[in-house]
């Protein structure tokens, strides 16, 4: 089976692994999304002197879509500096499951390992939307 180009979507997710704000871990992630229009949104960490603060690139590419009125994410593309590829953090995969639930996930590192995943992987049994309108409480 042939698979998409997805050429371009890791060439912004290192562009914006380059633009992270790291002063403190200066570990720089990259992230870019696709959207179901065709567009490019990436994102690095920014950190903050008060650590928790810190928001992922996974979250800043995935926001910065949304931010821009798209709602439907076809891939992430994810790039650590690891000598595997890395997984996404809690937070990250928990925000993954709400905004790119169907979203290609692709994990790398700079030395081309590669790793493709899903959501659900990442996140079995998540708390999503249709909990919420199951539960006690909620409009009828
Ligand atoms: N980080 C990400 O941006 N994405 C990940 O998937 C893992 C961790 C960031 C958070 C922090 O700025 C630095 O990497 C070290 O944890």
Redesign the pocket.
Known sequence: MNQPDDTALISAALTARSL?Y?P??H???G?AVLTASGRIFSG????NASYPM???????ALVSAYAAGERTIQALA?V?PTLDV????GA?RQVIFELAPHARIILLNLNGAVRYTTPAELLPHGFGPTQLTEGEGSAS
């Open positions: 992270a790291t403190y871990s570990f720089n992630v992230a690095g960490n920014i950190e810190t928001l992922c690139a996974e979250r800043v994810v650590t890395a997984s996404p953090c990250c």
